[in-house]
């Protein structure tokens, strides 16, 4: 019964930041990797960021990498995404996924996924 709920999405001008964030409930494998995936119409999925359990290990895409930072609190079982200097060509729909690999989750092949939350940005 994992679940993961994103939030935190909404409509803001480029430039703009925003953070994201994803809840995660359920029975979960605690060294799970987690990452940010988004989506355009017309566009295939892609890889935001991931981040490792264990020592904090990430990964970035190539689009975002200096802009934004993908964090995780054990803890609180939340991950967010801190997105900075936000362009229109970031409007997607943002995705959080885990998986039991830090290879898999990069290459989108999670096992588990939010339903995801809406990032528009206007010009």
């Known amino acids: 019964q994992v679940q993961l709920a994103e939030s935190g999405g909404g409509l803001v001008q480029a430039g703009a930041s925003l953070r994201l964030s994803c809840l995660v409930s359920g029975h979960i494998n605690l060294a799970y990797t987690m990452g940010w995936f988004r989506q355009a119409p017309g566009k295939e999925r892609e890889l935001v960021a991931a981040?490792?359990?264990?020592?904090?290990?990430?990964d970035y895409g190539d689009s975002v990498k200096g802009r934004f930072i993908i964090s995780r609190d054990r803890a609180k079982n939340e991950v967010y995404l801190d997105m900075n200097s936000l362009k229109p060509e970031d409007t997607a729909t943002y995705y959080c996924?885990?998986?039991?690999?830090?290879?898999?989750?990069?290459?989108?092949?999670?096992?588990?996924w939010g339903q995801g939350t809406q990032v528009t940005v206007s010009p």
């Open positions: 996924a885990a998986g039991t690999t830090r290879t898999a989750v990069v290459r989108g092949q999670g096992e588990y």
């Open positions: 981040i490792t359990q264990g020592y904090g290990f990430q």
